[in-house]
């Protein structure tokens, strides 16, 4: 028997966010799973960046899609306001019920960022009894968040967050995450949380969406066909800045060590701002220029649309997976990256699950380190792995299928309905 269940996802394309993606797949692999989903989204008519049409394009014509309003970006930013969490809020509170008044749905999935939707939990248990799963795509309450500077905006918001987190939490019925270390750190902040009803889902990625691309053309504007293109696709943050430092000095020892190869390679740093007019400027070649590397470097601050990032992925000759000091930190992005079949070479917290992820897969070269002196020791190990990719890549094979298939859409998708069926039996 097909169940309905309603996610309820701020972002969801034509929007290019990272956020869009969990909702995306769900909305394509529920259905193989017994389940029949519903997204209640923000209309793409209130969302303040650019959308992508063809994003939207491979959503299914078939999907039920609620559109919600919002109140205009260009009024609520005279207070501070651009989240459109918070912009839509009573518009969503509206959509879900008359969704839920009209289908009965099983189970309610709120997936964030943004988070402040997740305050809806309550309200929703209460009034409805319907079970609500909260999925954390990045942690809301973070040791990253409580180490803003007094009174900034940040600051405010990582506030907000500890006030607002816990009551959504305990009216959850199910709480998911991206990795086992943010579920243990959400287990420790709220000692009433039951870890059984917990679960570690990945973002995860789909092959298809790269059906087209491998036998097209590559971005020129983007990748360089005549040199040794290395590519990283994504934002850009300032957690990440010491590893890509390390890296851009292995670079420099490469160079130092084979000056003809080091010339042929360029590095690609491509939406590094995350904003589709690259506000905030370049935030990789200061450090690439103190490393004495820039003119190997070759950055493009603008989001750019998700098709040509993945497009970039599938023509270069190896991608570079840079992740952040952070133990808890997965980047979504490992998934694709994975299932466009090129070499990689990635740095990552040991404890990372992103770094246990891409040393069982395969297909490239992964470094991690437990603390800054450790990332200091890689140095000459990272230069032979940037050696090794411009002139081996083929050595080191492809990914494990078998490594993969956990973190296909698919996958995803029916470890979801597993959650599901185990919210509505409570």
Known sequence: MTRTAIILSPHFPPSTLAGVHRARHLAAGLPAHGWRPIVIRADERV??????????KLVSADLEQVRAGALPAGLTRLVGVGDIGLR???????????????ERPAAVLITGSPFYPMRLAPWL????????ILDFQDPWVSAHGAARPFGSKAWMAHRLATGLEPGAVRAASWVTSVSEIQNRELA??????????????????DAADFAALRAGSPPRDLIDPARINFSYVGTFLPRAGPLASRLFEALALLRERSPALAERIRCNFIGTSNQPDGV???RVRPLAAAAGVADLIAETPRRVPYLDALNV????????????????????????????????????????SAHAILQSAGGGLAHGFGDPAGL???????????????????????????AIAPYTAHAVAGQFAEVFEKAART
Do not use: C
């Not at 839509?88 to 009209?102: G, K, S, Y």
């Open 47 to 56: 969302y303040s960046e650019p959308g992508d049409a063809a994003l939207a």
């Open 88 to 102: 839509a809020l009573p518009h969503f509170a509206r959509a879900l019920a008359r969704t839920i008044e009209r």
């Open 125 to 132: 248990r209460r009034r409805y009894g319907v079970p609500v």
């Open 188 to 205: 420790a902040r709220y000692p009433w949380l039951d870890g059984a009803r917990m679960s570690a889902i990945p973002i995860g990625g």
């Open 280 to 282: 905030g400027g370049e």
């Open 313 to 352: 992925l599938a023509h270069s000759q190896a991608l570079l997976l840079i992740g952040s000091g952070e133990p808890h930190y997965t980047a979504s992005k490992i998934y694709p990256a994975l299932l466009s079949g090129r070499p990689w070479l990635s740095l990552f917290h040991q404890a990372s």
């Open 376 to 402: 200091e020791a890689l140095t000459p190990a990272l230069a032979e792995a940037l050696a090794r990719l411009a002139t081996a890549p083929e050595s080191l094979g492809a990914p494990n299928p078998e």
